[in-house]
């Protein structure tokens, strides 16, 4: 055997070879930043809840052009739903989910009315003489204060619908989807 050599040039890389075991465990870190104060639960925006669902039974026709109102209510926390006004009052800024269903044997029109900037969404169904359900629906941004209701208007109804006294059904619900207190 003889005498080494001369180091050779570097090789290339080679892969990347399998992972070892974990190590141990390290030291325990600092305590993180207080905690922000929320103040009372029943004002946290993570505790805000709104929900109503109200029910006119009238068998009258709704006036065009007017509030609906509502004899029956089904739930209203935590009573931001006035049914004698048919008013709805934000209480919560945030984003809400407002839907409506209508049964009538008549050709029926309703929309979802905002406060200012005023946001109307119509829906109508022309019908006769057999049961019906008209339905509609939006998610709208409100701002404390801010009302939001459903109302009958004019379209294309024959002027005897209003004097129709069959059996008419109108739910009207909303809720809270998540606050938004910008």
Same mark, same amino acid.
């Given at each position: ?16 070879g399998?992972?070892? #075991?974990?190590? *141990? ?6 305590p993180? +930043?207080?905690?922000?104060? $929320? !103040?009372?639960? =029943? ?31 089904v ?28 049964? #009538?044997?008549? *050709? ?7 406060d +200012?900037?005023?946001?109307? $969404? !119509?829906?109508? =169904? ?44 109108i ?12």
């Open positions: 055997m003889g005498n080494r050599g001369e180091q050779g040039v570097m090789g290339p890389k080679g892969f990347r399998d992972l070892g #075991a974990a190590g *141990g465990a390290g030291r325990p870190g600092r993180g +930043p207080d905690g922000r104060n $929320l !103040g009372h639960a =029943d004002s946290s925006p993570q505790q805000a809840r709104s929900a109503f669902s109200v029910m006119r039974t009238d068998n009258s026709y709704p006036n065009f052009e007017q509030v609906v109102t509502y004899q029956h209510t739930i209203n926390t935590p009573q931001d739903f006035n049914a004698a006004t048919g008013y709805f009052t934000c209480r919560v800024a945030g984003f809400y989910y407002f839907s409506f269903h209508s049964m #009538a044997k008549v *050709g029926v029109c309703l929309r979802l009315a905002s +200012p900037p005023f946001q109307k $969404l !119509g829906f109508c =169904d022309y019908n006769k003489n057999f049961d019906q359900v008209l339905s509609g629906g939006s998610v709208l941004e409100l701002r404390a204060g801010q009302r939001v209701w459903l109302e009958s208007f004019r379209d294309e109804q024959r002027p005897e619908v209003t004097r129709d006294t069959n059996e008419k059904r739910i009207f619900s909303g809720f809270l989807l998540f606050p938004n207190p910008a």
